[in-house]
């Protein structure tokens, strides 16, 4: 048997994101087109040199730390909120955030390059994630057209969201002050109904999630209808 080895990583450079805590963030990336952010490269990867050519590429891979999530002890089986949280699985057979070394993967869009950074969109990464590589995203290699996975073989299913009408001005107002899609954005995240699966939500609940520096809440009316209530700056 191999003797147990450990390796060191260091991050390249770390996340600047609408997502300000893990909640409401979609599962995977592009779930979320308007979900946008910049990754700041650290020195010396802060240099030109070291995304010479990255401007022909579309859609870069991301391999990050799940640093929210990171236990001591490896987990074997989880639980994975697609499958509503109550059958567990292989950790390997799974993309959740408690895994062995924390690794994440996120295809996502490359925007611009900029001197340091990167403008990605269509990401499903919280604000302060370490990223430890990039890798452009290579389609005739990593778009497999015969590829199956029946555990999770379409995207979440969608709900309807609606807007008290002072809300959804109070969105376009904080959109255009951050020079962000903000109204998008919310409905993109909100239509995947982020309360855990086991919850039925009386209409008085109120929930909540901070996107950039505005907190947006919003109740259930009936079990699978959102309605946005109230966009409100966060003072940040
Ligand atoms: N696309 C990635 C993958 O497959 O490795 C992430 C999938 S994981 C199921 C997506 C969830 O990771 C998001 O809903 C968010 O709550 C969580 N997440 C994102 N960034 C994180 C971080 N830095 N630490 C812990 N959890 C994070």
């Given amino acids: 048997m191999q003797p147990a080895m450990t390796y060191s990583v260091s991050p390249i450079g770390y996340i600047r994101s609408c997502f300000k805590e893990k909640f409401a963030i979609p599962r995977q990336p592009h779930l979320a087109p308007a979900a946008r952010g910049v990754l700041e490269l650290v020195p010396p990867f802060n240099h030109p ?6 401007e022909q590429v579309s859609h870069v891979w991301l391999l ?9 002890k490896p987990r074997l089986k989880v639980r994975p909120p697609r499958l509503g949280g109550n059958r567990s699985l292989g950790v390997f057979a799974t993309r959740a955030t408690h895994r062995p070394n924390g690794i ?3 295809v996502v869009t490359l925007e611009a390059i900029e001197p340091g950074r990167l403008k990605l969109s269509g990401i499903d990464l919280l604000d302060g994630t370490p990223v430890l590589d990039i890798k452009p995203y290579v389609p005739y290699a990593d778009a497999i057209s015969t590829a199956r996975n029946t555990m999770a073989d379409a995207p979440p299913l969608e709900i309807p969201v609606i807007w008290e009408t002072e809300a959804r001005a109070q969105a376009e107002l904080h959109g255009e002050r951050l020079g962000e899609p903000l109204a998008a954005l919310i409905e993109q995240c909100l239509t995947q109904d982020p309360r855990p699966a086991y919850q039925i939500p009386s209409p008085e609940r109120r929930y909540g999630v901070r996107l950039w520096d505005v907190d947006v809440h919003w109740h259930y009316p009936e079990p699978d209808v959102i309605r946005v209530l109230d966009i409100e700056f966060a003072g940040v």
């Fill in 64 to 72: 990050f730390l799940f640093h929210q999530t990171l236990e001591e």
């Fill in 104 to 106: 994440g993967q996120s």
């Fill in 49 to 54: 040199d070291a995304v010479q050519g990255l």
